[in-house]
């Protein structure tokens, strides 16, 4: 790859370029595979196996809140009301409820019975586990056991609240703590990378993509994010990412080729590609050359590297 002149501004994206021996390993909210996903349950088990890199999402609550949870809606598959019984449905929507409001929901396990559920037999049950606040984490990571720890935070965009208010409210919290040279902010929706730059141009970007065409993945619902137009740049995504200013890109594993990777590196863009779970789909992805792979599974991954001869960072 071009040597990037990022790395010097951005020492967080050390974590996520390829070197000579090395792939970068990074835990899928914390490692769904095997933890409640986005818990800080989850985030300790990364912390107690040897990995430095997280994906999580952020979104915002009623009362303005960041806190860490995928879905836009509170999700009857991982969530138990305070009598410990599952949701009989999805909803509410999290930006319809204080933090308080939320306070109530335990997230510390699936619902094996439920189709979401039957995906992750193996992911351990706990109870009594809140959604957290971004800032129990970002104080995680300024915890002596999490001074490593690389953040690779994924802003959703809830149309409810203004981008600059749901950026605003997230970036504060990373600066107080002196966390913004150990995050990279990453969305699907690139006009909100956008105003990331304008509002927060001490922290690199990365970009989010699937084509349509593959938007059949079992383990990540299609998103009610912003698609962001791949027509432009004569539909080339990694030159879309560089002219946008992005400093990292993170396709949906199924659309990785051979020749993207060329050309993305071609422009100093490093590849992290999501949700990679299957064996033969480790395989091909290390093959693809690829920089990153963003994991349910972070113990199926090191196994795989371990046989390849490769160490992740
Ligand atoms: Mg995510």
Not at 155 to 164: G, N, T, V, Y
Not at 234 to 252: D, E, Q, R, T, V
Request: negative net charge.
């Amino acid at each position: 790859m071009k040597d990037s002149p990022h790395l010097q501004n951005f020492p967080q994206l050390n974590a996520f370029h390829a070197k000579p021996g090395f792939i970068s390993l990074i835990g899928h909210r914390g490692a769904r595979g095997l933890m409640p996903e986005n818990t800080i349950e989850g985030f300790e088990y990364i912390l107690n196996n040897d990995i430095i890199a997280i994906e999580f999402d952020v979104l915002l609550t009623k009362d303005e809140i960041p806190v860490i949870t995928h879905d836009f809606y509170l999700s009857k598959a991982i969530t138990r009301n305070s009598e410990g019984n599952w949701l009989s449905k999805d909803g509410p929507r999290i930006s319809n409820l204080t933090r308080s409001q939320l306070e109530v929901f335990d997230v510390g396990g699936v619902d094996k019975s439920s189709a979401y559920g039957r995906l992750y037999p193996q992911q351990a049950f706990l109870s009594d586990v809140r959604i957290p606040k971004l800032t129990d984490l970002l104080d995680l990571a300024c915890l002596p056991k999490g001074q490593n720890l690389i953040l690779l935070l994924e802003i959703k965009s809830e149309p409810s609240f203004k981008k600059s208010t749901i950026i605003e409210n997230i970036v504060f919290e990373i600066e107080k703590r002196s966390l913004s040279n150990r995050t990279v902010l990453h969305s699907f929706d690139w006009e909100l990378l956008e105003e990331c730059n304008r509002l927060a141009p001490n922290m690199p970007r990365s970009y989010l993509s699937q084509l349509p065409k593959s938007s059949d993945d079992l383990y990540d619902k299609p998103s009610e994010e912003i698609s962001p137009d791949f027509s432009s740049f004569n539909g080339s995504i990694p030159k879309a990412i560089k002219a946008a200013g992005g400093h990292l890109w993170c396709p949906y594993f199924k659309d990785v080729t051979a020749d993207l990777v060329a050309e993305a590196h071609s422009l100093g863009l490093p590849v992290c590609t999501w949700t990679v779970n299957e064996v033969e789909d480790f395989e091909n992805m290390i093959d693809l050359g690829v920089d990153g792979i963003i994991t349910d599974y972070t113990d199926r991954a090191k196994n795989i590297f371990k046989l390849r001869g490769l160490r992740w960072q």
